[in-house]
């Protein structure tokens, strides 16, 4: 059983920085796609970065191309995916969820989500002016 376990999330002013991180445990296969996906209030889920793991395979929706950067670190028996996210803009603001499946879902800046089977209970994200 895949479990994601996110952290990192906070307040900040425009312009700065916060890095997020999902914790993946129960993962069998060495290339899925993970990814982060956002919800603003009274917004649908926007998939903003993704990555196939094993892989230097990375895609970036549109808003988060140049800011947002997705890398993954593994261990024995889990997989740590990283968002760093720079330039932070009250637009960005939303809750941030780890999701998994098995494989990405990628039409130009476009990141589908109907490939994750698998998502964390996410960490917010609060940007200033």
């Known amino acids: 059983q895949v479990q994601l376990v996110e952290s990192g999330g906070g307040s900040v002013q425009a312009g700065g920085a916060l890095r997020l991180s999902c914790v993946a445990t129960?993962?069998?296969?060495?290339?899925?796609?993970m990814a982060w996906v956002r919800q603003a209030p009274g917004k649908e889920r926007e998939g903003v970065a993704a990555m196939v793991t094993g892989t230097d395979s990375t895609h970036y929706s549109d808003s988060a191309k140049g800011r947002f950067t997705i890398s993954q670190d593994n261990a024995k028996n889990s997989v740590t995916v990283h968002l760093q996210m720079d330039g932070l803009q009250p637009s960005d603001t939303a809750m941030y969820y780890c999701?998994?499946?098995?494989?990405?879902?990628?039409?130009?800046?476009?990141?589908?989500?109907?490939?994750?089977?698998?998502w964390g209970q996410g960490t917010q994200v609060t940007v200033s002016s």
């Open positions: 999701a998994e499946g098995p494989y990405c879902s990628i039409a130009g800046g476009y990141i589908g989500l109907h490939p994750f089977q698998n």
């Open positions: 129960g993962v069998t296969s060495p290339n899925v796609c």
